[in-house]
């Protein structure tokens, strides 16, 4: 266990430079002039020549690099021209919104996926499992903007239900900053109107962020549910007067939920990538929203930061996958 730990601490090392390398390189390749658009439309040369020394984009790209890996280390994650602020300071106010959507999301996902998946392999070929299947064909087909759209006009425009973005009212001042995440702090200060109002306001883009993942993980659960329900040892559970639900939740799903939980693990990290559309079209202040301003302002620091942010949260969730997998299945850890 200790060595696959070890193998894996090193690749994932590995990985985080490659991605340092490619983000720097392609955002520094990029069009635009971030210090021209800091300094305004009305600046001279000089003043954009004082905003590149003043942000180091004068220096050669190497010395760049070196720098910024070093207050990598350091904690500094440089500073953002769109929003003159340290990009560490943004990243601070910005992830605890996303994190959250990204919890309920994915929480969604699991609470009704599994048990999906399971009654669809128990009644395999019928009109519940058709129903299912066709679910979860469609949540890994429809894009998750065109999705988020379509919930907007219905249940925001149309039926009034659910607000249609933002993570509160206008006029609801927010809870104590504690971890950032509304219904939590919320929670803490015991302000149970801004609990359930920050979730009224989660509803929609939670579904639409979770539908890929519900999809997913209805898909792989169903197909390990079946093939678990048709082997020799399930045959002779049957064989000794074992009750149905005992057979399907002591031995079936958990053996099918090994793969299940590989593919939790694989969409609770794509999701984090997935905020930039939803949080876009729901008008949710994370860092998805914060990344997409900074691409359309030329920001390079806040693009290389989210992107570096959004790497290493999938690398670290599939690492952490890895270990727990290696603990539910010990043929695993041999292959390590």
Known sequence: ??????????????MLLGLLVITFSISHIAPGDPAALAAGPDATQEMIDQVREEYGFDKPLVEQF???????????????????????QDLMVY???????????????????????????????GWVDNLVRFVSSSGVGLPM??????????????LGWFPLGGRLDLMTDPPTTITGMYTIDALLT???????????????????????????IVRVNRAEMIETLSLDYMTNARAQGISKFRMIA???????MLPTLAIIGLRFGWMLGGTVLIESVFDWPGVGLYALQAVTASDFEPVMAVTLILGAWFMLTNFL????????????????
């Open 1 to 14: 266990m200790l060595q696959m730990i070890g193998k894996r601490s090193i690749l994932m090392l590995g």
């Open 66 to 88: 070196v720098i910024y890996v070093g207050g990598i280390f350091e904690g500094d994650l440089g500073r953002s021209v769109y929003t003159t602020r340290p990009v560490a």
């Open 95 to 125: 992830f605890p919104a996303t994190l959250e959507l990204v919890i309920y999301s994915i929480l969604f996902a699991i609470i009704l996926g599994v048990p999906m998946g399971v009654i669809s392999a128990v009644k395999q070929n």
């Open 145 to 158: 903007f065109w999705l988020g759209l379509m919930l907007q006009l219905y249940f925001g425009l149309q």
């Open 190 to 216: 015991l302000k149970f109107n801004v609990f359930f109002e920050a979730l009224h306001h989660m509803v929609l883009p939670a579904i639409a962020l979770s539908f890929p993942a519900l999809a997913s």
């Open 250 to 256: 002591a031995y079936a799903l958990k053996n099918a």
């Open 321 to 336: 996958i890895d270990i727990i997998y290696g603990i539910l299945d010990p043929r695993v850890r041999g292959r390590a």
